[in-house]
């Protein structure tokens, strides 16, 4: 359950870092540096994210779902 809320406040983190990037770029109009500061902070918490994710399924601590895929069947018709 701690993974899934660590995992949701990364997302939350990520989103605010993008919009805030985009606010940024509006307001600044390209003449400030912030837009590249928010950009950079969104790109380096992606790849903690990542980072965390991928050592987590490596630790057992998380595991894919298992199970059959379900792959719909295509019906051919005849003409």
Known sequence: MVIKILT???LIAILYSLASSLI???K???E???TVK???WRIS???VLFLFLW???Q???IEPKSGPIHVPQVIQLDK
Request: glycine residues 16%; without cysteine; charged residues 20%.
């Open 38 to 40: 928010r950009l950079t």
């Open 45 to 47: 918490l992606s790849i």
């Open 24 to 26: 940024f770029l509006v």
């Open 32 to 34: 400030g540096d912030r």
């Open 28 to 30: 600044d109009k390209g």
């Open 8 to 10: 949701i406040l990364f």
């Open 59 to 61: 630790l057992g601590w």
């Open 55 to 57: 050592g987590a399924y």
